[in-house]
């Protein structure tokens, strides 16, 4: 079955504690995309990659790394989580220009 | 970040009545593409559009792709309560293919 898939789905974490959330696809898109959803606030990008060792930032990128060293992998890192970084992250997949497919999401929690 | 204009914002409707919602934008879009996102869920794509003028349905739903390519439409007929859930919008930019643009979302409610 052609799927993202997310992991955690749900965290729960204190300030500071690194983490990771992985991100997987298996349909050999190029494009794959971090998203973090906020109240009001939509779906805003922290992070894209074009492609294997593309990365680019997007509308929100403070706090976060990626790393794309797989096509098919694209994990999420917070080196330091803070409060304010407290939401609901997706990862999604799409080949360039074309339709993106989501994750499940992860519900992140940093007390 | 560039947004498009999504609206109506949120919308409570009765079961079998039809739904309408659009989406511009100032400039131009080659693709437009609507998702609905169910609480705890990921969006998935319902519709999407390639060419200023089409007219595209998925069952119940129907989208359209705007002749001046800046605006796009969306359509439920008869509602059920299972339409419930948030729609969005969503277009590559003639400008830029490299990011998805989204409006803000349309919160759906369905009385039965």
């Known amino acids: 079955e052609a799927q993202v898939t997310q992991n955690p789905r749900y965290l729960i974490t204190v300030t500071g504690k690194k983490l990771t959330v992985t991100c997987s696809q298996n349909?050999?898109?190029?494009?794959m995309s971090w998203y973090r959803q906020d109240p009001g606030l939509g779906l805003r990008q922290i992070y894209y990659?074009?492609?294997?060792?593309?990365?680019d930032k997007g509308d929100v990128p403070e706090g976060y790394k990626v790393s794309r060293k797989e096509k098919r992998n694209f994990p999420l890192i917070l080196e330091s989580p803070s409060p304010n970084q407290t939401s609901l992250y997706f990862c999604?997949?799409?080949?360039?220009?074309?339709?993106?497919?989501f994750g499940p999401g992860t519900r992140l929690t940093v007390t | 970040g560039q947004q498009l204009n999504q609206s109506p914002q949120s919308m409570f409707i009765q079961e079998g009545e039809d739904v309408s919602m659009n989406c511009t934008s100032s400039?131009?879009?080659?693709?437009w593409l609507w998702y609905k996102q169910e609480p705890g869920e990921g969006p998935v794509l319902l519709i999407a559009?390639?060419?200023a003028g089409e007219l595209t349905s998925n069952g119940r739903l129907t989208a359209q792709f705007g002749i001046t390519r800046k605006d796009s439409f969306l359509n439920i007929s008869a509602s059920i309560p299972s339409d419930v859930g948030i729609y969005f919008c969503?277009?590559?930019?003639?400008?830029?293919?490299?990011?998805?643009?989204w409006g803000l979302g349309t919160s759906l409610a369905v009385n039965p």
């Open positions: 559009l390639y060419k």
């Open positions: 400039s131009i879009f080659n693709t």
């Open positions: 349909m050999n898109h190029e494009y």
């Open positions: 969503a277009g590559y930019n003639a400008g830029n293919n490299r990011k998805l643009i």
């Open positions: 999604a997949s799409s080949f360039l220009q074309g339709e993106q497919y």
């Open positions: 990659s074009m492609n294997v060792e593309v990365t």
